[in-house]
């Protein structure tokens, strides 16, 4: 039997209220928030799909575990049940726990950067990023050329250009290579997936040339899934031998447990390398904590533990990808211009293709996110001028490469019905299309104005 619909693998035993408003309601909601979604306040939000980080649902057996957290400064049995769940999973010796991604990340490039150094990736995540920078380094992001084509399939749009990756360290020097870093899933290029092929080539090339190889695998599991059903010789892999062959191939792995660990804050660094991991514990005891728990309080830990394991369970993971997927597809059999193929975590819309008629120094993709919020309490977020569009010397717009939407789904906590309701707010917002406006900043910071800027209707 085949049937159509994806039914949640979980029942639910504890509900979190939706707070419902009328469409007038909510267009004084938004002129209060002037007209940027992350000034709205969660309760005037329906359906929230501003970020999956740190939003998913706990399990009961995570909840369970909470109760147990040791809270003992050193030797706690939650860091020994920590420390196994991501030692059997990645393999790597060393394991540093952290607050969140950012800190493993300013921990790591914090002492592999600094002026001269170089860091290679297929994208750099802006954490990532931002931390490089931050300690004087340089970051060159090396997608595969498909990743620039949203219209045409590619099985593995994540994948990083490995004749451009040997170009750049013959061309800085292995010696002042800082780290190569596969992001998986491709989390800034779209939640695209990076096969096992890949991978190993990126780690034949680290190997030959002695260049330190990093995993950013926040979305492992999920990038697991696409390397099953996309990738010959893998259909007969479990998802976790998938990540755990991919991890093998790496030098150590940064990981934001508020994605794939299905918690909603944590993260940690996992090394191989004696020396480097000694080097990254020290600067963890100044910044984060001692070393048996890092960042993170034992109960903290306890819920990672549950979660890497769940995260790879088969029907967790079909739900997932498949839902995901579920809305991405009905988006695109109605004509919204959507990233495609649908990636792991996300629907991304190309907001300038959809709304023609409003130029881009009019911000169409803050167009669409008040849509969106006006017909349904939908909330997203711009990944476009908004966010990265500068100005030149006479104060015009210099864009975004492009003019993206972001529909980012939490996991485990919207049921199909929550998802046909977005897509039935998409019928409406099409009917409406040509009718939409641009907008106009009237207030922003000097840095990251997406977050508080505040907006004119025109
Ligand atoms: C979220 C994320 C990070 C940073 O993690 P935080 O927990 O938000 O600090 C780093 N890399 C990728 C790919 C991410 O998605």
Same mark, same amino acid.
């Given at each position: 039997m085949n049937f159509k619909t994806i039914i949640e693998p979980f029942k639910i035993k504890s509900v979190e209220t939706?707070?419902?408003? +009328?469409?007038?309601?909510?267009?004084?909601?938004?002129?209060?928030?002037?007209?940027?979604?992350?000034?709205?306040?969660?309760?005037?939000?329906i359906i929230d799909f501003l970020t999956d980080s740190g939003t998913s649902a706990m399990s009961n057996e995570q909840w369970a575990a909470i109760m147990r957290g040791d809270e003992s400064y050193a030797g706690a049995k939650s860091w020994e049940r920590?420390?196994?769940?991501?030692?059997?999973?990645?393999?790597?010796?060393?394991?540093?726990?952290?607050?969140?991604?950012?800190?493993?990340?300013?921990?790591?490039?914090?002492?592999?950067?600094?002026p001269g150094k170089v860091f290679i990736s297929n994208t750099h995540f802006d954490t990532t990023r931002a931390n490089i920078e931050f300690s004087g380094a340089t970051a060159y992001d090396i997608a595969i050329e498909e990743a620039k084509n949203h219209s045409v399939f590619h099985p593995f749009k994540g994948n990083l250009d490995c004749n451009k990756l040997e170009d750049l360290i013959n061309e800085h020097g292995a010696e002042n290579i800082g780290?190569?870093?596969?992001?998986?899933?491709?989390?800034?290029?779209?939640?695209?997936?990076?096969?096992?092929?890949?991978?190993?080539?990126?780690?034949?090339?680290?190997?030959?040339?002695?260049?330190?190889?990093?995993?950013?695998c926040c979305?492992?599991?999920?990038?697991?899934?696409?390397?099953?059903?996309?990738?010959?010789?893998?259909?007969?892999?479990?998802y976790r031998q998938i990540a755990q062959e991919m991890f093998a191939l790496a030098d150590g792995?940064?990981? +934001?447990?508020?994605?794939?660990?299905?918690?909603?804050?944590?993260?940690?660094?996992?090394?191989?390398?004696?020396?480097?991991?000694?080097?990254?514990?020290?600067?963890?005891?100044?910044?984060?904590?001692? +070393?048996?728990?890092?960042g993170l309080s034992g109960r903290d830990?306890?819920?990672?533990?549950?979660?890497?394991?769940?995260?790879?369970?088969?029907?967790?993971i079909y739900y997932r990808i498949k839902s995901t997927e579920y809305l991405g597809e009905k988006l695109r059999e109605k004509g919204v211009p959507v990233m495609y193929p649908i990636g792991g975590h996300a629907v991304y819309i190309d907001s300038a293709k959809l709304y023609d008629h409003i130029p881009l120094n009019k911000y169409p993709g803050q167009a669409l996110v008040c849509e969106l919020y006006r017909i349904g309490g939908i909330r997203c977020v711009e990944v476009g001028s908004v966010m990265f569009g500068k100005y030149?010397?006479?104060?015009?717009?210099i864009p975004a490469a492009m003019e993206l939407v972001r529909l980012a789904i939490p996991r485990r906590v919207y049921t199909q019905s929550h998802i046909d309701y977005v897509v039935e707010v998409f019928d409406e917002l099409m009917k409406n299309k040509a009718n939409v406006k641009g907008y106009k900043i009237i207030k922003e910071p000097k840095l990251l104005r997406h977050f508080t800027a505040h907006f004119e209707q025109l």
């Open positions: 939706i707070t419902m408003s +009328s469409e007038e309601e909510r267009v004084d909601f938004l002129k209060l928030a002037h007209f940027n979604p992350f000034l709205l306040k969660s309760e005037q939000v920590f420390y196994n769940a991501v030692n059997d999973l990645t393999g790597f010796e060393y394991v540093l726990p952290t607050h969140q991604g950012r800190a493993a990340e300013r921990i790591l490039y914090g002492h592999l950067g600094g780290a190569v870093i596969l992001t998986v899933t491709n989390n800034s290029g779209g939640g695209q997936p990076v096969s096992m092929q890949n991978a190993k080539e990126v780690a034949a090339i680290c190997k030959k040339h002695h260049v330190l190889y990093i995993l950013d979305r492992i599991a999920e990038n697991s899934y696409f390397v099953k059903h996309r990738e010959k010789g893998y259909e007969n892999h479990s792995c940064v990981m +934001s447990a508020k994605k794939d660990a299905l918690v909603n804050m944590g993260g940690f660094l996992a090394l191989k390398d004696e020396k480097l991991a000694e080097a990254c514990t020290n600067l963890l005891i100044i910044t984060e904590g001692f +070393s048996t728990y890092g830990m306890e819920a990672i533990a549950i979660g890497l394991n769940e995260v790879f369970d088969k029907d967790y030149d010397e006479n104060g015009e717009l």
